[in-house]
C-alpha cells in the first residue's frame, strides 16, 4: 500500500508460482520509484511494482531476462 495526498491505494501481489524471491523487493521499488519519476499516478506505480515483482519472483535469480511479455506490459517504463 501506499499513502500520497491522503490516499491510501493497495494493491495485492499476483498469484504466481515463486521460484525465487531474491530481487523482488528492489525491482518493485525500482519500477515504483520509475513510474512516479514519468508522472505515473501512484495507483498506476503500483500496479507497474507488482507486475515488475510478480514477474521477478517466477524466475531464478536476482537480475532474470525479462520475456517479450513482461516487455510489453512495461513499456512505458522501459
Given at each position: ?16 508460482p515463486v ?60
Amino acid at each position: 500500500s501506499v499513502r500520497f495526498g491522503g490516499k491510501t491505494s493497495i494493491i495485492l501481489p499476483g498469484t504466481v508460482p515463486v521460484v525465487d524471491t531474491v530481487g523482488a523487493g528492489d525491482s518493485f521499488s525500482a519500477a515504483f520509484l520509475a513510474s512516479l519519476s514519468r508522472g505515473y499516478p501512484p495507483e498506476q506505480a503500483l500496479v507497474f511494482a507488482s507486475t515488475l515483482a510478480d514477474y521477478v519472483v517466477t524466475q531464478s535469480g536476482a537480475i532474470p531476462e525479462y520475456s517479450p511479455d513482461i516487455r510489453s506490459r512495461l513499456s512505458p517504463l522501459l
